[in-house]
């Protein structure tokens, strides 16, 4: 690998689950990759790669349904302040220090609570 790279996120997802009685939530389990690329060579190299459950409000529209906010199994990618990768999991506390040729560097926890998505919380989303 050279030295210009880029990092983007790969999604797959699997068949849906099955959807949650009166909750307004559908289940779709996801495999989601981190990927740095070269843009001078095209080498890509996975840095990440999890099975993220995903939930997701199911909005009405049009007759059909489709898909709203997903309330787990976020990835966010940045660079860090001394130009590394930087990968948090919204499941996790954890955010986690790459190089840019995909070695990990270190991790850190983030002080953030979890919080469940209740049925009340779909209520207002709903609404809002």
Same mark, same amino acid.
């Given at each position: #690998? ?7 996120? *790969? ?7 099955p959807a949650r009685r ?19 060579? $095209? %080498?890509?190299? =996975? =840095? @990440? ?6 939930? !997701?409000? #199911?909005?009405?529209?049009? $007759?059909?349904?489709? !898909? $709203? ?10 660079? *860090?302040?001394?130009? %590394?990768l930087a990968v948090g999991? *919204? %499941? ?12 990990? @560097?270190? *991790? !850190?926890? @983030?002080? %953030? ?11 207002? !989303?709903?609404?809002?």
């Amino acid at each position: #690998m050279t030295g210009t790279k880029i990092a983007y996120l *790969s999604y797959q997802f699997e068949e849906r689950g099955p959807a949650r009685r009166n909750t307004g939530l559908q289940s779709v389990p996801r495999t989601t990759r981190v990927v740095l690329k070269d843009i001078e060579d $095209g %080498n890509e190299r =996975v =840095v @990440l790669s999890r099975k993220i459950p995903s939930d !997701f409000i #199911m909005m009405k529209a049009g $007759g059909s349904f489709s !898909f $709203g906010i997903d309330l787990r199994g976020g990835v966010i990618i940045a660079r *860090s302040a001394d130009g %590394n990768l930087a990968v948090g999991v *919204s %499941n996790s506390p954890n955010v986690e220090i790459y190089d840019l040729e995909g070695k990990p @560097l270190r *991790s !850190f926890a @983030l002080k %953030n609570q979890a919080r469940p998505a209740t049925p009340d919380y779909i209520d207002r !989303f709903k609404k809002a």
